[in-house]
């Protein structure tokens, strides 16, 4: 493949910012670090955006400008990236408003899942039955602290006790399980099923983030407006180039804010669990 002068620095300055973001580590679960710290996603994007926007009209006064011909064909050119720009960044705030809304909804699940097991532990013997109550509530008090907390060591600490809960509730409706094989109890174990579904339906949902293709592509094009845009201009008007890197970088910052489970001010908060865990302790 051969790269023009300004189609290899954008290449050049698509794979600078992917390395920064830390795309290299593909099967990371949670690969895109940077997206988690929305500010700084504006920050970078607009610097980036804008060297881009200068570089072009460097290209322009220093090699060739553009002639009075030549500028409707330009102008196609011009239209035809931004609307495509415009296109993926319309698809990528639809795919984090979706994942968004998904985490909400497993959210509400693991609420439902949690409250319906703790009524059906009145179908399994008196003793195991006290025991299950007691190991949901603690069970319910880790799954709202997932979604609360931010710090990584607290977070390795939280699902390290929630793998441990997980393994006590399940024990502890086994042996009722075993000594009666009924209809009844197998109500009660299927709960169980579902209350530990659920928090890994969970966690997948908050992997579940934007694609790195995605934001490549998106990088790459928004590298390539504004290219065109300092190359296309008459003459340089700070004015004219700082609008569209100040409007992508917003829109960048937008998406990584509701794509972010943990590091955006727009987050899901536990409502339900909280709510499920007031309602539960008096009882």
């Given at each position: ?7 290899e ?9 992917g ?12 690969p ?16 980036v955006?804008?060297l881009?926007a ?16 030549e ?6 050119v011009?239209s ?14 639809s ?17 439902n899942?949690i ?44 699902d390290t006790e ?11 409706v086994r042996?009722?399980a075993e000594?009666?094989p ?16 659920s ?14 293709a ?18 296309g201009a008459?003459g340089?008007d ?19 804010d509701?794509?972010?489970?943990r ?16 309602s539960?302790?008096?009882?």
């Open positions: 493949m051969v790269l023009t002068s300004g189609t620095g954008t290449f050049k300055m698509s794979l600078w910012l390395n920064t973001l830390g795309w290299a580590s593909l099967n990371d679960p949670e895109v670090a940077l997206m988690n710290f929305p500010v700084l996603v504006f920050v970078l994007s607009f610097v955006l804008l881009a200068v570089i072009g009209d460097t290209l322009r006064s220093e090699l060739r400008a553009l002639k009075d011909e500028r409707d064909d330009f102008g196609v011009l035809a990236t931004l609307t495509l720009l415009g296109l993926l960044i319309g698809f990528s705030f795919m984090a408003i979706s994942r968004y809304d998904q985490r909400k909804n497993y959210e509400e699940a693991e609420a899942a409250g319906t097991e703790y009524a059906r532990a009145d179908l399994l013997p008196a003793g195991d039955a006290a025991r299950v109550r007691q190991l949901l509530r603690e069970y319910l008090d880790e799954r709202v602290l997932f979604y609360t907390i931010r710090d990584k060591g607290q977070l390795a600490k939280i929630t793998i441990e809960l997980q393994n006590e509730l399940w024990a502890a042996p009722a000594a009666h009924t209809q009844v109890v197998a109500l009660a174990v299927s709960g169980m099923n579902d209350v530990l579904n928090q890994g339906y969970t966690q997948a949902a908050w992997w579940n983030r934007i694609p790195i995605a934001w490549g592509l998106m990088t790459a094009i928004a590298v390539s407006c504004n290219l065109l845009i300092g190359y008459h340089r700070w004015r004219t180039l700082l609008i569209v890197p100040v409007v992508v970088s917003i829109a960048f910052f937008l998406i990584s509701i794509d972010s489970p590091g955006g001010a727009i987050r899901v908060a536990p409502h339900n669990l909280i709510s499920l865990s007031q539960l302790r008096p009882q």
